[in-house]
């Protein structure tokens, strides 16, 4: 399985945060984690170029999905 090109930020953070209630708390919670992630934070500043898109690109991803423990596999079965 390949992962996409881009995705929208705020399908990823459902998939990541399946518990919340809407997607506002969802992109709430995936904005603090990078926050409060030195480590996660300094590889999107490093990999982002528009730091104000709606999406992230594949590099993104992986580096989230990386962060999170999270495989290909896992991510496209969420």
Known sequence: MILPRTILKQKLAIKLYPQSSNTISAMQLLRKEIKLSQELSTKLDKLTRNKRAHYFTHKELE???????????????L
């Not at 990386?66 to 079965?77: A, N, P, R, T």
């Open 63 to 77: 580096a989230i999905l990386e962060h999170f423990c999270i495989s290909q596999e896992e991510f496209e079965g």
